[in-house]
């Protein structure tokens, strides 16, 4: 019985349609600007055959040289210990950012469009990610909606809310 409910969860993660965040189409989204200083997200951390689990991540941005940014993030997922990771980003052309995450093999590719970006990047055991941020009206707050894949099929995802801080 449950190979077929597996199977059936494959199929239906591999059809899914991408998800396309509301945002406030007349802002501009600069993620160097919006991640320097503190940042506080809340959201969820599904993943295919486990029941969904609160996430709660406190990052602290600063600039670095030639407009770039260093993003410390602690990560607490209900039922793990706390975790911190950096992004290390930099400006590489028109609405282009490329660096580096703890977590990543390879660069990390971030493409903006108005109020929305794209994060691209790969991880280890040949997961892929693919996450959309949307700036919200306020100028403060961003919806992230994150899908890690393997072979093309989603295995987990992450909704979440980033407010700005002072």
Known sequence: MRLPVLALTLLLSACATKVQLPADTRQVFDPIAFF????????????????PRTLHVESLGRA???????????????????????????PVGPNRY???????????????EGPRATVRYAMKDG?????QLALQADGRTLLNHLEVRKWGIRVARVDETIRKLR
């Open 36 to 51: 320097i200083g503190r940042t506080t997200g809340h959201g969820t951390y599904d993943q295919v055959l486990a029941s």
């Open 64 to 90: 670095n040289g030639g407009g770039g940014l260093v993003l410390t993030q602690v990560i607490r997922q209900e039922g793990k210990a706390p975790r911190t990771r950096t992004w290390v980003m930099r």
């Open 98 to 112: 490329s660096g580096t995450l703890t977590e990543a093999v390879g660069p990390v590719e971030i493409m903006t």
């Open 127 to 131: 997961l892929t990610v693919h996450q």
